[in-house]
């Protein structure tokens, strides 16, 4: 069966790069760079924006002082040029919730980027989320609660809804992941598939089995 360029995988539009390329982040090559590389901040939604200040107190303490004073500023998030709803940066760079580490003193996290230490100064930094850390540290088996921006945990699908509230996802295609697409292949891993947790998250446990039945009729 010839694979359609877009899919309706219930309700929800689909790029067919999403079922067919491979992806699986290799932190210990990239060192988490999608935290510092960009122009602007992570998309957030006015409920995450509440959730990651609910957190703040928590998170604070390990946040670098650079970050701690343009969340004084002007807060956990900002509208950026096309007046969406993005997480603050530092120096136009890197997010306000990113914190690098000493490469010697980090275990290598995994794929959504959990770790154990907070050092700086080191000339090859490894990039975390703090929000990340502090949610995983505090999780417990049956606990729901906000981990991250959804748009972060999605990447390298990235969601766009239309004005009549029809949602699109599509495979975004970066250079600094060029290593996950390495390993991807190796491992024989595609998007959807590494995936799986945060898009179970966003669209439900029926939803991504779906996803999954739509993806093997193209195997």
């Known amino acids: 069966m010839k694979l359609p360029p877009i899919l309706d995988v219930g309700g929800v539009l689909i790029s067919s790069d999403i079922l067919i390329e491979y992806f699986c982040c290799d932190y210990e090559k990239c060192?988490?760079?999608?935290?510092?590389?960009?122009?602007?901040?992570?998309?957030?939604?006015l409920d995450e924006i509440a959730a990651i200040e609910e957190r703040l107190d928590d998170v604070w303490p390990l946040l670098s002082a650079s970050?701690?004073?343009?969340?004084?500023?002007?807060?956990?998030?900002?509208?950026?040029?096309?007046?969406?709803?993005?997480?603050?940066?530092?120096?136009g760079r890197e997010c306000v919730f990113a914190r690098s580490l000493?490469?010697?003193?980090?275990?290598?996290p995994s794929p959504k980027g959990e770790g154990s230490h907070v050092n700086e100064g080191s000339a090859d930094p490894?990039?975390?989320c703090m929000l990340e850390k502090v949610a995983r540290e505090k999780a417990t088996a049956n606990n729901s609660q906000f981990i991250k921006p959804i748009s972060c945990a999605l990447?390298?699908?990235?969601?766009?809804?239309?004005?009549?509230?029809?949602?699109?996802?599509?495979?975004h295609r970066w250079a600094v992941c060029r290593d996950a697409v390495a390993k991807g292949k190796a491992d024989?891993?595609?998007?959807?598939?590494?995936?799986?947790?945060?898009?179970?998250?966003?669209?439900?446990?029926?939803?991504?089995?779906?996803?999954?039945e739509v993806a093997a009729l193209f195997e």
């Open 188 to 212: 024989g891993i595609r998007v959807y598939q590494f995936l799986r947790e945060p898009l179970i998250r966003r669209f439900g446990e029926d939803w991504y089995n779906e996803l999954c």
């Open 102 to 108: 000493t490469p010697s003193l980090t275990p290598a």
């Open 126 to 128: 490894c990039w975390l």
């Open 67 to 91: 970050a701690q004073s343009v969340i004084d500023r002007q807060g956990v998030a900002y509208a950026d040029r096309d007046g969406d709803m993005v997480t603050s940066i530092v120096s």
């Open 155 to 171: 990447y390298p699908i990235r969601e766009k809804t239309f004005a009549d509230g029809t949602v699109a996802l599509n495979y």
């Open 31 to 45: 060192k988490g760079i999608c935290c510092v590389e960009g122009d602007a901040g992570a998309p957030v939604t």
